[in-house]
């Protein structure tokens, strides 16, 4: 079975911490994606990897960065966390090849305060 | 810019067919059409996805609307544990595979 590991299921931090989301996934996938999501508001593609060291923007790339260092580890930083924040994050992978159906992980709630 | 619309709630009885319609009215002719449902407290888990034709698997089908604008997820017989937010999701090739989430539809099952 696919596994995609998210290092933390819950996190509380203050402000203008630094915070590090971890994943890894077990599939050898192309793909990792983080997404926030927020009550009416779904899920919010916040940064993609296509590859080792690639990456790309999503909707709301703000106050986040990430790293992809290895194939199976993508990591979500957020440099200075500020309350608005306060989200569940979920990581996903996949496989490059089209249709590449998602598997997530089982999500980090974060609290900033 | 939502690339999806979908009834924010919906009720079924348990034992009962559910269909969950999709709106995708700005869908091109290489977008994936997948359906995702997410438990309480979990991550989301695949469903089932489409191009084209209608499909069929263990978990549910899948009904494309012949000019593709649309689409509904079936499940034949609801059970409790159908109780979920199910997503529709277009899948972009032309953006690199990029999935589009909506806000979906919380589905309940009465027992």
């Known amino acids: 079975d696919v596994k995609v590991t998210q290092s933390s299921r819950y996190l509380v931090k203050r402000t203008g911490e630094k915070v590090f989301l971890e994943c890894v996934q077990d599939m050898d996938h192309e793909n990792m994606f983080w997404y926030r999501q927020d009550p009416g508001l779904g899920l919010r593609l916040i940064y993609f990897s296509y590859d080792v060291k690639m990456k790309e923007k999503g909707d709301i790339p703000e106050g986040y960065s990430v790293s992809r260092e290895k194939k199976e580890r993508f990591s979500l930083i957020l440099e200075s966390a500020s309350t608005n924040q306060t989200s569940m994050y979920l990581c996903?992978?996949?496989?490059?090849?089209?249709?590449?159906?998602?598997?997530f992980g089982e999500g980090s709630r974060l609290t900033v305060l | 810019d939502a690339k999806t619309t979908q009834p924010n709630s919906m009720e079924s009885n348990e034992e009962e067919p559910v269909h969950l319609p999709c709106n995708h009215s700005?869908?091109?002719?290489?977008?994936?059409i997948h359906w995702y449902r997410q438990l309480p407290s979990q991550g989301p888990e695949y469903v089932i996805h489409?191009?084209?034709s209608n499909v069929n698997n263990r978990m549910a089908s899948l009904a494309i609307a012949e000019d593709r604008k649309s689409s509904t997820l079936i499940l034949h017989r609801a059970t409790l544990r159908d109780a979920a937010v199910y997503y529709c999701i277009l899948m972009v090739v032309q953006t690199g595979n990029q999935f589009y989430f909506g806000t979906g539809t919380s589905l309940t099952v009465i027992p």
């Open positions: 700005t869908i091109s002719g290489t977008d994936y």
């Open positions: 489409g191009l084209t």
């Open positions: 996903a992978s996949s496989f490059y090849v089209v249709p590449g159906e998602l598997f």
